[in-house]
């Protein structure tokens, strides 16, 4: 034995993240080693390597192709050898007890009495009791992670490749297809859908501020603008309302329910998706920020494992709650059904929940459960969901925590060592936990309401507020702050604008007339549906069972590095508003008269959401087309429940591994049963059946017609329009090419396409169903400046700048006219003059059409086409000399040439003076004059 293991030999400990290592080392003391395997070490990366025979599905793995990762494996190697005992202490879910497996396997462990601990926070207290508590490998799980694994590469590496073929290929970011990915951006493609078919409804809202408190009491209806369309147009509706109530406003009478007391519910445990929705809403990080962060907590020892469907808490940290909580606070703020987040000895949750629990406050739980303001019962819902979720997906490999502070009693991280950003994570995490134990917070609530009394009259004869309508307001007083008190800035001292209000509506005489100070009628927009945010998204994830918690912020990372969508904000509608506004004058004891105010305002703005970009909706188009079953949200669904069966041993993963790939090929075997001379008309408006999707037939890239020259493709790098221009050949040619014998081919030959691209409006809001449908026009999508109109017969991506004379000899005597013209090509903006064609990259995006003669002749005869010469070269190049009316010597940027247009012309022509002997300047006007009719042609 080599001197590095002579010493005695220890017991290896292996875990994934190398950041455990050093702490739990310290706990294990000197007879132990912790390794890290810094994550999987072998990979199913081909179908190849998939054995199907007799429907059973055998994966076949290798070594991940990575010099570091190999080097690693060989120093486990000599690790593993030379230790007494070899412990796995991978991560508690999936993908950790996979890893767990290919160690043994790599390694030659037996997977039935290798050591497995499970542990879910790196504590003293909890390794020393996994280590006393070990297991071995559940190869129920294993077999769900390898089911799961292979079914995402039929999907892969069968459909990816169509879209690669029909769409587009870019080697870089390719395009591709998920089992689970696909369903997610289905879901912010319909939204898009509902966005552009529902765009709201314009009405007034409705305040009116009343009492001398000038409190803001809301209409409990809205009203509706006048139609448009209605000849003669109609008068606003909310101006006899308005003309109502500034008649009647002495009969506004005040009245009020009785006060009740209601209970707002503490916040739940916390588990993946929903530490991912509030960090989200509140801290605006993304899922995957928030998964990094947290891991790094973790590691570190500050929580528990992030990774969770669990919402209940261990029996050990129950009591250190309650001790701290009796000890900051009160008997009183402890939640007497504390115990409903208690895990029970045997590892499964206990089935307590809120609404079945009995306690001496029956009477009061009937008022919450009836009474709670919509938050809080929102609040409910979702522990309640909570609680489903986590007992019909108990955990896998042992009894999951919700995710929780390791000690109840730190606040607060002080060390250098972590970024505010993680220090708030932790603060948020500590701040619910202890929430999530306290117990209800107490109100008195009442709504007040204000309604113009039946006896109330108008001289309007359309009158616009029945008795239906009435002013409310809801306020609330608090008898006892519950979890209430451990709110950032809570201060029971400093009462809320709300309960100021309580204390004087409460002691209103009701029945009773009360004024308005104002009443305003402001406009918006009703029922206006909004992109989702990256919360919202995976609340509809968990709600529809497309992945697993540890999968969503993977998922919608996964959809924007594809660029399929974007987080971006969305500017609203800019509207031109009338608004209208009545005032009570104390003084003259009246109504003032009907203001009406204009505004210009934006409604809709939206802050980061995820908006579906144009890929994304072609790329999931197309998918919806051929293969909506396979990306149902019902089957993604049920294929996410059958791996969990298969990982509770409930199912043969070999069952759903055969479901996914059959229904895979007759889906893809669709495409051979027609013809292969049918082509895909992406742009077709038929329907098809969602059991009958459209076939795939012989691959031809999928475009959208603009018109006869212009199609909207997506090309490598994005959406494009590519220009396609027919060279219609001499007339000679072609009446050689219609005698001669094609019937060997079986078609006529087609004439040469000159293609080129134009880039699309960064701008564009594109609606895919219009795109199909042939209804946007060129300049709809591409910057009008790109386009060149002042000549019939030139390309939207040319601009001809003029003639210009080019040598032709090497004595420089014999000189022909050729255009200079700037075209945008597949490789960027270039110049060409007859023969000679340059590059304009110096110019970067600027529109073709900005770029003027002056800059480009130094780049074709002489300049480098640096952008500095570019500066520097002059637009304006001064006259040095003048000729005649339509002719003159001109300075420019590489010396001096001749200048010629006359009025009939409509650009002009730029002569080289090369080849002229002598002073341009101090020659004689005669000789000239003789040059340039000699040489350039010109009558002078």
């Not at 997610?184 to 009116?208: F, H, Q, S």
């Not at 499964?348 to 629990?357: E, K, M, Q, S």
């Not at 529809?544 to 971006?568: C, H, N, W």
């Not at 994304?616 to 990306?631: A, C, P, Q, T």
Request: glycine letters at 4%.
């Amino acid at each position: 034995m080599s001197n590095k293991y002579a010493s005695i030999q220890k017991t290896l400990v292996i875990v994934e993240s190398p950041a455990k290592c050093k702490k739990i080392e310290e706990y294990l003391g000197p007879g132990y080693k912790c390794m890290a395997s810094y994550g999987h070490l072998r990979e199913l990366n081909t179908l190849k390597n998939i054995q199907i025979t007799d429907a059973t599905f055998t994966p076949q793995f290798t070594i991940i192709d990575n010099a570091i990762k190999k080097k690693h494996i060989e120093v486990l190697r000599k690790e593993i050898a030379h230790s007494r005992e070899v412990i796995l202490a991978t991560d508690d879910d999936r993908e950790g007890e996979a890893i767990a497996w290919h160690i043994c396997m790599l390694f030659k462990l037996n997977p039935e009495s290798t050591k497995r601990i499970i542990f879910h926070e790196i504590t003293k207290t909890a390794i020393e009791q996994s280590m006393r508590n070990p297991s071995t490998i559940n190869m129920n799980i294993v077999y769900a992670q390898q089911a799961r694994q292979m079914i995402d590469l039929f999907v892969g590496f069968h459909i990816s490749p169509l879209l690669w073929k029909y769409i587009a290929y870019n080697s870089k970011n390719a395009l591709s297809a998920g089992r689970c990915q696909t369903p997610a951006l289905r879901l912010l493609y319909d939204n898009e859908k509902e966005i552009r078919t529902n765009p709201g409804t314009k009405v007034y809202k409705i305040t009116g501020y009343f009492t001398n408190q000038c409190i803001p009491f809301e209409l409990n209806q809205d009203i509706p603008t006048a139609s448009t369309t209605s000849t003669p147009p109609q008068e606003e509706p909310v101006l006899d309302f308005l003309e109502y109530s500034a008649n009647n406003a002495n009969n506004h009478i005040y009245s009020r329910t009785n006060p009740e007391r209601t209970f707002k519910l503490p916040p739940g445990p916390f588990t993946t998706s929903r530490l991912q929705q509030v960090s989200s809403n509140e801290l605006h990080v993304s899922p995957k920020e928030t998964m990094k962060i947290c891991q790094k907590l973790y590691e570190a020892g500050y929580i528990t494992y992030m990774r969770t469907d669990s919402n209940k808490y261990s029996g050990e940290f129950i009591e250190t709650a309650k001790e701290y909580i009796l000890q900051k606070y009160d008997e009183k703020y402890l939640n007497p059904n504390i115990n409903m987040h208690l895990l029970r000895e045997d590892n499964t949750p206990t089935l307590t929940t809120a609404t079945t629990t009995t306690n001496t406050k029956s009477q009061s739980k009937k008022s919450k459960q009836s009474n709670a303001k919509s938050n809080t019962k929102a609040n409910a819902k979702s522990n309640t969901k909570a609680n489903a979720k986590s007992k019909t997906n108990e955990t896998i490999g042992g009894a999951h925590e919700a995710i929780r502070p390791t000690n109840i009693k730190m606040q607060q991280i002080d060390s250098d060592k972590f970024s505010p950003r993680e220090k708030k994570m932790y603060k948020l995490i500590w701040r619910n936990t202890l929430q999530s134990c306290m117990s209800d917070a107490e109100y008195n609530t009442f709504t007040a309401k204000i309604q113009i009394h039946q006896g109330a009259t108008t001289n309007s004869q359309n009158t616009q507020a029945p008795h239906t309508y009435h002013y409310k307001y809801h306020t609330e007083q608090l008898v006892f702050a519950g979890w209430k008190i451990a709110d950032p800035g809570f201060s029971p001292t400093q009462p809320s604008q709300s309960e100021k209000h309580y204390i004087y509506l409460l002691h209103l005489p009701i029945n009773t007339p009360v004024l308005y100070k104002k009443i305003t009628a402001t406009l918006t927009i009703k029922n206006q549906k909004q992109h989702y945010t990256e919360a919202k998204l995976i609340q509809l994830l968990e709600e529809k069972g497309i992945g697993r918690p540890s999968t969503f912020s993977m998922l919608i990372d996964k959809i924007q590095e594809k660029e399929y969508a974007v987080k971006q904000d969305v500017k609203g509608q800019s509207l031109l508003c009338k608004d209208y506004e009545i005032e009570y004058d104390d003084r003259t004891k009246s109504p003032s008269d009907i203001y009406e105010i204009e505004t210009s305002r934006e409604i809709g703005n939206e802050k980061s959401k995820l908006v579906i970009q144009p890929l994304g909706m072609i790329v999931l188009d197309f998918l919806e087309n051929h293969f909506l079953s396979l990306f149902d949200y019902d089957f993604t669904g049920r294929m996410e429940n059958d791996l969990d069966k298969v990982a509770k041993g409930e199912k043969d993963y070999n069952e759903v591994c055969k479901e996914c790939l059959d229904l895979i090929k007759e889906l893809v075997d669709m495409g051979s049963q027609q013809q292969k001379d049918d082509l895909i008309d992406s742009s077709e408006t038929s329907t098809t059946s969602p059991s009958k999707p459209k076939a795939i037939v012989k691959p031809r890239k999928i475009e959208y017609k603009i018109d006869d020259n212009h199609y909207y493709i997506i090309a490598k790098n994005g959406p494009v329009i590519k220009c396609v221009q027919s060279a219609t050949p001499p007339l000679q040619t072609q009446e050689l090419l219609s005698t001669r014998d094609t019937s060997k081919r079986g078609r006529k030959p087609k004439p040469k396409e000159d293609i080129t691209f134009l880039s699309i409006r960064k701008d564009i809001q594109l609606d895919i169903e219009k795109l199909k449908r042939g209804e946007y026009k060129l300049t709809d999508l591409v910057d009008a400046t790109t386009i060149d109109s002042t000549s019939p017969n030139s390309k939207p991506n040319e601009n001809n700048l003029g003639k210009w004379e080019v040598s032709t000899q090497p004595d420089n005597n014999h000189q022909q006219q050729h255009d200079i013209i700037i075209k945008s090509g597949k490789f960027g903006t270039y110049a060409v003059c007859g023969e000679i064609k340059k590059s304009l990259k110096c110019f970067g995006n600027r529109p073709i059409s900005n770029i003027t003669l002056e800059e480009v002749v130094p780049i074709l005869f002489g300049g480098t086409g640096t952008t500095t010469e570019t500066q520097q070269s002059n637009p304006h190049s001064k006259i040095v000399r003048h000729i005649t009316e339509t002719l003159s010597i001109r300075d420019g940027k590489y010396g001096n040439y001749i200048f010629y247009k006359t009025q009939k012309m409509k650009k002009p022509r730029f002569i080289s003076l090369t080849g002229f002997k002598g002073n341009v300047i101090e020659e004689t006007e005669d000789n000239v004059k003789k040059w340039i009719r000699e040489n350039c042609h010109i009558d002078v």
